[in-house]
């Protein structure tokens, strides 16, 4: 029903762009046309794996290495259907959000805060896009020969993430460079902890009490 619904949606905003020259399309619907994108994947990838003439044969050994190559496909293809349907169901839960405003106008607030606040947060998150990527550098260089968390400039990205948002990489670093690991790990937690991460709550809690006291 979603998705039948995003696409007369789809055809009234082109049949008003060509004839109007207007584009109306808010921040929101965005959400509905990923989700329509989103469940058209997940309608090839069911029909793939059992659609008509797809019967998934029974795993014996030993096997062919036709068959085994497409068990390993059917896999892949299983660990993307339960991922976009958990998107899907994220997707829905934000329009489900904007939806309730009509009702509890505290849920407007919400979004509000966040729209008033984009560009704020976007300056700044390209500031913190810049240390981030300095981090890595810098990780991948010190602990990267000795360590695989740091191993390749993609696994130290996500180790700086994961070490931004508390996760305790410290062993990793330790083992890997002792003599530099104690004044990277204290000077990384004061630039992430103590900085980046409470000014992100500060543009937001700035941005919301604002709002608050206009409303």
């Known amino acids: 029903m979603l998705t039948l619904y995003s696409l007369i949606d789809i055809i009234y905003k082109l049949r008003l762009f060509l004839f109007k020259r207007q584009f109306q399309l808010d921040w929101f619907a965005y959400i509905e046309y990923a989700i329509l994108v989103l469940c058209m994947i997940i309608i090839w990838i069911w029909n793939v794996l059992f659609g008509l003439g797809n019967d998934i044969k029974e ?6 290495e036709e068959d085994f190559n497409t068990y390993v496909f059917h896999s892949e293809l299983t660990d993307k259907y339960a991922m976009l349907t958990g998107v ?3 997707l829905l839960i934000t329009k489900n959000l904007k939806a309730l405003t009509s ?22 998150s390209i500031m913190t896009m810049s240390v981030a990527v300095s981090c890595t550098v810098v990780t991948y260089c010190l602990f990267g020969p000795n360590s695989k968390a740091f191993s390749t ?17 410290f ?16 000077l990384f937690a004061i630039i992430f902890n103590f900085v980046i991460l409470p000014v992100y709550a500060a543009i937001v ?11």
């Open 171 to 186: 062993p990793d670093m330790d083992k890997s460079n002792p003599d530099i690991s104690k004044l990277f790990f204290v």
């Open 88 to 90: 899907i169901a994220l």
């Open 103 to 124: 009702k509890f106008p505290s849920f407007g607030l919400l979004f509000e805060t966040i729209n008033e606040a984009r560009m704020d947060l976007l300056y700044f």
């Open 153 to 169: 400039m993609s696994n130290a990205a996500y180790s700086i993430l994961k070490l931004a948002f508390g996760f305790d990489m």
């Open 205 to 215: 809690m700035r941005t919301y009490d604002n709002l608050r006291l206009k409303k």
């Open 59 to 64: 795993f014996n050994l030993p096997m062919s």
